[in-house]
Nanobody, 119 residues
């Protein structure tokens, strides 16, 4: 079992920047990819970005250019840097970890951190 705890959300003005962090604990040896999803009010949860243990990244089209995902394997932490925030970035951002154990792949989720972009 893996626990994911997000931090770094909050209220930001349009054009501002934010860095989200997600610390993993527990059975960290089982973690493969990590990443971020977000869910805006009234919308489905959507992918923002993923990163492998080797540092290969994958971004949603909507996240290319303003979002940067990074990972510190030694600290079991994944980060999401967001620049030039827009009101439409307002959402709950969820940390994600893909786990692999003997019986297959599993998903693990954090509880989410709220990001609100407003003047």
């Amino acid at each position: 079992q893996v626990q994911l705890v997000e931090s770094g959300g909050g209220l930001v003005q349009p054009g501002g920047s934010l860095r989200l962090s997600c610390a993993a604990s527990g059975s960290i040896f089982s973690i493969r990819r990590m990443g971020w999803y977000r869910q805006a009010p009234g919308k489905e949860r959507e992918l923002v970005a993923l990163i492998t243990t080797g540092g290969t990244t994958n971004y949603a089209d909507s996240a290319k250019g303003r979002f940067t995902i990074s990972r510190d394997n030694a600290q079991n932490t994944v980060y999401l840097q967001i620049h030039s925030l827009k009101p439409e970035d307002t959402a709950v951002y969820y940390c994600y970890a893909e786990l692999y154990i003997a019986t297959g792949f599993y998903d693990s989720w954090g509880r989410g951190t709220q990001v609100t972009v407003s003047s």
